[in-house]
């Protein structure tokens, strides 16, 4: 070593380790914040909406409730109440809306925290600090630019996983207390976190079985695990309620039956996939640790037994869900173990980099082999964007010219390379290992961020296209505004304004619920009045819906519109036989409200490829090879209102799978005096 590089590494040696991580952590924050800031609108749908319909609830004084409907906590206390300030004090919701993304900056990057607690009760100060940078070079840390609850979660998972940790070291009352508040903490925060009660369970058998002694020194731990339980049943019982009324949301998840060959694909698949998205390295580590476990120390064997006990519980809780919900990996489920596999890494490292010739053949190939199961031709879709992360640079991969199929191969080439520097590199040189990971870790952040960042400009587009608050620009974010869905729009149109204005509260819909699952209203349009169900001073709609009223406030381009209605919503005109595509059917029913006669215009629009020949609509007929045509027909005034019947002749149907008898696509009504 130089004289100089023996300077600098006093010098960096003489400055406290918690120096170093705070100055770590602040550096995560602000660069997760930045790149946070990158995502314009809220794209984890219809997630994001709930945990900012909570927040801004919270922040109102109204509880825990979505659309005014009160909750109940049936999607966590923890995350809401965190990002609940950012409503409070910025009345503009974009400007929340980067306050929460700070927020979630903060809370995310904390992480680092528990993961280098955890890593130094088995390695060096350098050693932990390591563990936390590679932590903040996880690409999941691009989750701070949502609103989820993964901000919130991830800190608290690694706290009761350190918890755990200790509680398995030395089991005193003081250490199972701080497991269980917690785990209790981390529950409030998500649901998921149940899966620390069979790790706590199980993992002193475990140990015990390593230690080949007695699981009774964990008595504690079992009898206050037993207590709490026994609690939890008592004040269910007394509120007249389940058990598994505590998991909120999530309880239909365990009321439902899986097929267990179904669990042992999707398990599988998530183990592949983990070990791909850590970069094979540190899985390989973690197993060759976990074959020489009995040479390690008290504090090391705790550290691996208690850290794979908790991933076996977590890969199949997720592999359960997986294999009935969602039909894909859910790595973002997943992703709280990987700082467990990084300490793992660098523990091996400072031990010497020992390799035990068939310990370390097998770890290493087993390491390599897995990436190569995962099923790229299945996974690799829009789905891998929100729930996937390890799995987009080798989408990156895949668009550089190697098939789908083929993307295994590629695979099984990255996981022989890194088993070979693995095998091979000598242990003078294993500190080289976290330097390819690191880099690893940083091409894959990229090719998030840039993936994330084109879902969020996506859905604000299909949503807005004009300023994100152009409704409480127009009326003020006191104002209630009542959104109507027609269905013909894409529904973020609702969505997305929903987010990003606080004046829209009530939704309806005309025929068919929006997406969403949350609470909304059937809203029934009276054919003899035009009277609509709905009682609202201002309406968003779309233009397709023509709520009579004044206009205060449009976005051209998605056709949204703001109709200040006076109170009693109403429709100016009513159609009938008009798909929500515009094609007609066979008879197209027109009926215009406080009407004083005129004559109406309707814009139609023809296929020359379905009709060869020419049409006729009502008295109009419209010649052979005409794409385009007016259709005008007389208003005759009849008690207030006037009926137009347009009978097209002759209709089609398309075919391919399409079973309506089409006619004509109308592009607009138009009534002259």
Same mark, same amino acid.
């Given at each position: 070593?130089?004289e100089?590089a023996?300077?600098a590494r006093?010098?960096?040696?003489?400055?406290?380790a918690?120096?170093?991580?705070?100055a770590l952590?602040v550096?995560?924050?602000a660069?997760?914040? *930045?790149?946070?800031?990158?995502?314009?609108? !809220?794209?984890i749908?219809?997630?994001e909406?709930?945990y900012s319909?909570l927040a801004?609830? /919270?922040a109102?004084? *109204?509880?825990f409730?979505?659309?005014?409907?009160p909750?109940?906590?049936?999607?966590?206390?923890v995350?809401?109440l965190? #990002?609940?300030?950012a +409503?409070?004090?910025?009345?503009?919701?974009?400007?929340a809306?980067?306050?929460?993304?700070?927020i979630?900056?903060a809370v995310?990057?904390?992480?680092?925290?528990?993961?280098?607690?955890?890593?130094?009760?088995?390695?060096?100060?350098?050693?932990a600090l390591?563990?936390?940078v590679?932590?903040?070079? @996880?690409?999941?840390?691009?989750?701070?630019g949502?609103l989820m609850?993964?901000n919130?979660f991830?800190? @608290?998972?690694?706290?009761?996983a350190?918890?755990l940790?200790l509680?398995?070291e030395?089991?005193? +009352?003081?250490?199972t207390?701080?497991?269980?508040?917690?785990?209790?903490?981390?529950?409030a925060?998500?649901?998921q976190?149940v899966?620390? /009660?069979?790790?706590m369970l199980?993992a !002193?058998?475990?140990?015990?079985?390593?230690?080949?002694?007695?699981?009774?020194?964990?008595?504690r731990?079992?009898?206050?695990?037993?207590?709490?339980?026994?609690?939890a049943l008592a004040a269910?019982?007394?509120r007249g309620?389940s058990?598994l009324?505590?998991?909120?949301?999530?309880r239909?998840?365990?009321e439902?039956?899986?097929?267990?060959?179904?669990?042992?694909r999707?398990?599988?698949?998530?183990l592949c996939?983990?070990?791909?998205?850590?970069?094979?390295l540190?899985?390989?580590a973690?197993?060759?640790?976990?074959?020489?476990?009995r040479?390690?120390g008290?504090?090391e064997? =705790?550290?691996l037994v208690?850290?794979?006990?908790l991933?076996?519980?977590l890969?199949l809780?997720?592999?359960?869900?997986?294999? %009935?919900?969602?039909?894909r990996?859910?790595e973002?489920?997943?992703?709280?173990?990987?700082?467990?596999?990084?300490a793992?890494?660098?523990l091996?490292?400072e031990?010497?980099?020992?390799r035990?010739?068939?310990?370390?053949a097998?770890?290493?190939g #087993?390491?390599?082999?897995?990436?190569?199961?995962?099923?790229f031709?299945?996974?690799?879709?829009v789905s891998a964007v929100?729930?996937t992360?390890?799995?987009l640079?080798? +989408?990156?991969?895949?668009?550089?010219g190697?098939p789908?199929d083929?993307?295994?191969?590629?695979a099984?080439?990255?996981g =022989?390379?890194?088993? *070979?520097?693995?095998?091979l590199?000598?242990?003078?040189w294993?500190?080289?290992l976290?330097?390819?990971?690191?880099?690893f870790?940083?091409?894959?952040s990229?090719?998030?961020?840039?993936? #994330?960042?084109?879902?969020?400009?996506? =859905?604000?587009?299909? $949503?807005?296209?004009?300023?994100?608050?152009?409704i409480?620009r127009?009326? *003020?974010t006191?104002?209630?505004v009542?959104?109507?869905?027609s269905?013909?729009?894409?529904? @973020?149109?609702?969505g997305?304004?929903?987010?990003?204005?606080r004046?829209v $509260?009530?939704?309806?819909?005309?025929g068919q619920?929006?997406p969403?699952g949350?609470?909304?209203t059937?809203?029934?349009v009276? =054919?003899a009045?035009?009277?609509?169900d709905v009682d609202a001073?201002y309406?968003l709609?779309?233009?397709?819906?023509?709520?009579? $009223?004044?206009?205060?406030?449009? &976005?051209?381009?998605?056709?949204?519109?703001?109709v200040?209605?006076?109170?009693?919503v109403?429709v100016?005109h009513?159609v009938?036989?008009l798909y929500?595509d515009?094609?007609?059917g066979?008879?197209l029913?027109?009926?215009?409200?406080?009407c004083?006669?005129?004559t109406?215009?309707?814009?139609v629009?023809r296929?020359?490829n379905?009709?060869?020949?020419?049409?006729?609509?009502?008295t109009?007929r #419209?010649? %052979?090879g005409s794409e385009?045509?007016?259709?005008?027909?007389p @208003?005759?005034?009849?008690?207030?209102?006037? &009926?137009?019947v347009?009978?097209v002749?002759p209709?089609i149907?398309?075919?391919?799978?399409?079973?309506?008898?089409?006619?004509?696509?109308?592009?607009?009504f138009?009534?002259?005096?």
């Amino acid at each position: 070593m130089t004289e100089a590089a023996a300077r600098a590494r006093a010098s960096s040696l003489a400055v406290p380790a918690w120096a170093w991580l705070s100055a770590l952590v602040v550096l995560s924050v602000a660069v997760r914040y *930045g790149l946070g800031r990158r995502m314009v609108a !809220p794209w984890i749908m219809v997630d994001e909406l709930i945990y900012s319909e909570l927040a801004k609830s /919270v922040a109102d004084g *109204g509880g825990f409730a979505i659309r005014g409907e009160p909750s109940g906590g049936a999607y966590g206390v923890v995350y809401p109440l965190l #990002i609940a300030p950012a +409503w409070a004090l910025f009345d503009r919701v974009p400007e929340a809306y980067a306050a929460a993304k700070a927020i979630n900056a903060a809370v995310i990057s904390l992480a680092l925290v528990p993961a280098y607690l955890l890593a130094r009760r088995v390695v060096s100060q350098p050693g932990a600090l390591v563990v936390a940078v590679l932590t903040a070079a @996880l690409p999941s840390l691009l989750y701070a630019g949502t609103l989820m609850t993964e901000n919130a979660f991830f800190p @608290l998972f690694l706290l009761a996983a350190l918890a755990l940790v200790l509680a398995l070291e030395r089991p005193t +009352w003081t250490r199972t207390a701080l497991l269980l508040g917690a785990t209790g903490l981390a529950f409030a925060t998500r649901a998921q976190a149940v899966v620390f /009660v069979p790790a706590m369970l199980t993992a !002193p058998l475990a140990l015990a079985a390593v230690e080949r002694r007695s699981p009774r020194r964990w008595w504690r731990l079992y009898a206050a695990a037993a207590a709490t339980g026994t609690l939890a049943l008592a004040a269910q019982l007394v509120r007249g309620r389940s058990l598994l009324d505590l998991l909120g949301a999530y309880r239909t998840v365990e009321e439902q039956s899986y097929d267990p060959r179904e669990v042992l694909r999707w398990l599988w698949w998530h183990l592949c996939e983990l070990d791909l998205s850590l970069g094979i390295l540190p899985f390989a580590a973690f197993l060759l640790c976990l074959a020489l476990v009995r040479r390690f120390g008290e504090r090391e064997r =705790a550290f691996l037994v208690g850290s794979a006990v908790l991933t076996a519980w977590l890969v199949l809780q997720v592999a359960v869900f997986a294999s %009935r919900w969602s039909l894909r990996v859910e790595e973002r489920n997943l992703f709280y173990v990987a700082p467990l596999f990084l300490a793992a890494l660098v523990l091996w490292i400072e031990r010497g980099a020992p390799r035990p010739r068939v310990a370390a053949a097998v770890a290493a190939g #087993i390491a390599a082999l897995l990436p190569a199961f995962v099923p790229f031709v299945r996974l690799i879709d829009v789905s891998a964007v929100s729930d996937t992360f390890g799995l987009l640079v080798w +989408w990156d991969v895949h668009e550089w010219g190697i098939p789908l199929d083929r993307l295994w191969l590629a695979a099984l080439a990255a996981g =022989a390379a890194a088993a *070979g520097l693995l095998l091979l590199v000598p242990a003078r040189w294993a500190w080289a290992l976290p330097a390819v990971l690191l880099a690893f870790l940083l091409v894959s952040s990229q090719s998030v961020e840039q993936r #994330i960042r084109k879902a969020s400009v996506g =859905a604000l587009f299909q $949503g807005i296209t004009t300023e994100r608050d152009w409704i409480d620009r127009a009326v *003020g974010t006191d104002t209630e505004v009542a959104a109507l869905w027609s269905g013909r729009n894409d529904w @973020l149109t609702i969505g997305q304004n929903e987010f990003f204005n606080r004046a829209v $509260g009530d939704v309806y819909h005309l025929g068919q619920p929006l997406p969403s699952g949350l609470r909304q209203t059937a809203a029934v349009v009276d =054919a003899a009045t035009g009277r609509v169900d709905v009682d609202a001073d201002y309406v968003l709609v779309d233009e397709t819906v023509p709520v009579a $009223g004044t206009e205060v406030a449009s &976005d051209v381009t998605k056709g949204m519109r703001v109709v200040e209605t006076g109170g009693r919503v109403r429709v100016g005109h009513l159609v009938r036989g008009l798909y929500d595509d515009g094609w007609t059917g066979p008879v197209l029913r027109y009926r215009q409200f406080d009407c004083e006669g005129g004559t109406l215009r309707v814009r139609v629009a023809r296929d020359p490829n379905l009709y060869l020949g020419p049409q006729r609509v009502g008295t109009t007929r #419209i010649r %052979r090879g005409s794409e385009l045509a007016i259709v005008s027909a007389p @208003l005759d005034p009849r008690a207030g209102r006037c &009926d137009v019947v347009l009978r097209v002749a002759p209709t089609i149907v398309p075919g391919g799978g399409d079973t309506r008898r089409l006619g004509v696509r109308v592009e607009g009504f138009d009534v002259r005096p």
